[in-house]
């Protein structure tokens, strides 16, 4: 067990070395922030001042050398923009992306596998039937569009919910509704199909010809069997709903760290951008790394490959 923790940490480890590095080259060609910042009739005195003041005037080697000492230590720098410490800007916004990825989390995972058991066991029901066609069209639908249906008929025609912003759970429940869906709907696939495959099975056949009860059958055996692809999904939905974040909090004005996003790219807000998106690097990198610890604790035989490759 200990090795296999220790070769997904090594791994996990690359990969955030390889996502820094990308992530600091990739953005520098996007252009010189150095020119949005001062004012139109600044001499190229003023910008070469400006550009010695931010640090982009020395070699690039030793602006990463710099930049990964600095990650090392949780420091993103300042804010080009609003000169103030990007871990500040950051964790004023963090909140209320903390509160729509749980909501939607709520709303992805809690419907969609109760309605992914539901389409397995129960497949020949006509009810299953419109559960289907609801899953298929919410997989079908993009967040920026189901979020706009969400605000016209909850919001406008109904007035139930309030369209835009934060400051209530009432206002949390369209944009989690909008950002959850999608995520839903692969939820409830992947449990219904993960399911259907168990059931095939010839364990289940000989347990059921002994006479094990049906609920005994499917708490002890089949929902264990069917977690690890229910696992795997887990990791990255979790980061889709991260990363689908930057639309619905731009549709539904909700002030956390995807408007921040879209806010400090058309600023050029170099340092808040990549703070960002590492930030969901690593996350996405730490949910992966615990999909693995939790793959070897409903399957043993996946930390015995693990150690032996």
């Known amino acids: 067990m200990l090795l296999f923790i220790l070769r997904r940490l090594g791994q996990a480890l690359i990969a955030v070395f390889g996502v820094t590095t990308l992530v600091f080259f990739i953005q520098r060609l996007t252009g010189d922030p150095t020119y949005l910042l001062v004012p139109e009739t600044a001499t190229q005195a003023d910008i070469e001042a400006m550009r010695h003041a931010l640090g982009l005037d020395r070699p690039m080697i030793t602006q990463y050398l710099s930049f990964l000492r600095d990650i090392a230590q949780f420091d993103f720098g300042r804010s080009f ?46 009810g299953t039937r419109l559960l289907s066609g609801f899953v298929f069209a919410s997989q079908s639908m993009p967040t920026f569009w189901s979020g706009i249906l969400f605000i016209m008929f909850f919001a406008v025609f109904l007035g139930w919910l309030p369209p835009s912003g934060a400051g209530s759970f009432s206002h949390l429940i369209l944009p989690s509704l909008a950002l959850g869906l999608l995520s839903m709907a692969t939820f409830a696939r992947v449990t219904r199909t993960a399911l259907l495959d168990e059931v095939s099975k010839d364990y289940v056949r000989s347990a059921r010809a002994r006479g094990v009860p049906t609920g005994r059958l499917f708490w002890r055996h089949l929902l264990r069997n069917a977690a690890i692809p229910v696992i795997s999904v887990s990791a990255l939905e979790i980061s889709q709903l991260l990363a689908g974040a930057v639309i619905v909090e731009t549709v539904f004005a909700w002030p956390g760290l995807g408007l921040l996003t879209l806010q400090s790219i058309v600023s050029r807000d170099f340092l808040v951008v990549q703070a960002i998106v590492l930030i969901g690097a690593f996350v996405t990198i730490g949910l992966n790394f615990l999909a693995d610890l939790l793959y070897s604790l409903v399957d043993p035989r996946i930390r015995l490959d693990g150690a032996e490759g």
């Open 81 to 126: 923009i609003q000169r103030i410490p990007v871990t500040d800007i950051i964790a004023s916004r963090l909140p209320y992306t903390l509160q729509l990825a749980a909501g939607a989390l709520v709303v992805s995972f809690g419907l969609g596998v109760p309605l992914g058991v539901v389409m397995a066991l129960r497949r020949d029901r006509p």
